[in-house]
């Protein structure tokens, strides 16, 4: 069980280097002119990914990396409680329901939901608070986007279509 629970902590960091892998190999798949800011993107992700990764490990270079990325991190495994890998699961999809939401129904529909949801099933706030901060975030970013930039939001594929 110890050694699950030490395995455990490089679950998340190691499924988003895969998923980056796989998302920097797709990008190199577009036109050169296409994919130059998603490759960005991807090699950037996989060098932090790389870096959380390091700093995990139990070495003077992971104590180090973890020092400098996080100078308030405490190692100390007696102060510090990892978190159990149900809890790492649901983060990770509740991003991913995030991510499904935005392809399927687009950012204006999938941007509040995902505020709403997440503060109100996971943060407990009331009601009228998260509706409040799911109406100021689409808002913001219709004005900014669709107004200010003029930039078309993704409508989603179920508005799109297939």
């Known amino acids: 069980m110890g050694v699950f629970m030490g395995l455990a902590q490089y679950l998340a960091p190691l499924t988003l280097w895969v998923v980056t892998a ?16 998603p ?23 992971g104590r180090a ?23 790492q699961i649901a983060a990770m999809a509740w991003v991913a329901g995030f991510a499904a939401a935005l392809v399927l129904i687009g950012v204006l529909a999938a941007v509040p939901l995902f505020v709403f949801a997440s503060m109100r099933l996971r943060g407990g706030r009331p009601v009228v608070m998260s509706l409040a901060a799911a109406g100021g975030a689409v808002l913001f970013i219709w004005l900014l986007f669709s107004v200010l930039l003029r930039l078309p939001l993704y409508p989603g594929l179920l508005v799109s279509g297939l």
């Not at 490759?39 to 270079?61: E, F, I, K, N, Q």
């Not at 990396?65 to 809890?87: C, M």
């Open 22 to 37: 796989i998302y920097l190999a797709s990008a190199y798949q577009y036109a050169p002119d296409s994919r130059a800011f």
């Open 39 to 61: 490759a960005m993107v991807g090699w950037a992700m996989l060098l932090l990914v790389s870096l959380d990764l390091a700093a995990r490990t139990p070495t003077p270079t």
């Open 65 to 87: 990396l973890l020092r400098w990325l996080n100078p308030a991190a405490e190692p100390d495994p007696v102060l510090h409680a990892a978190y159990p890998v149900r809890r």
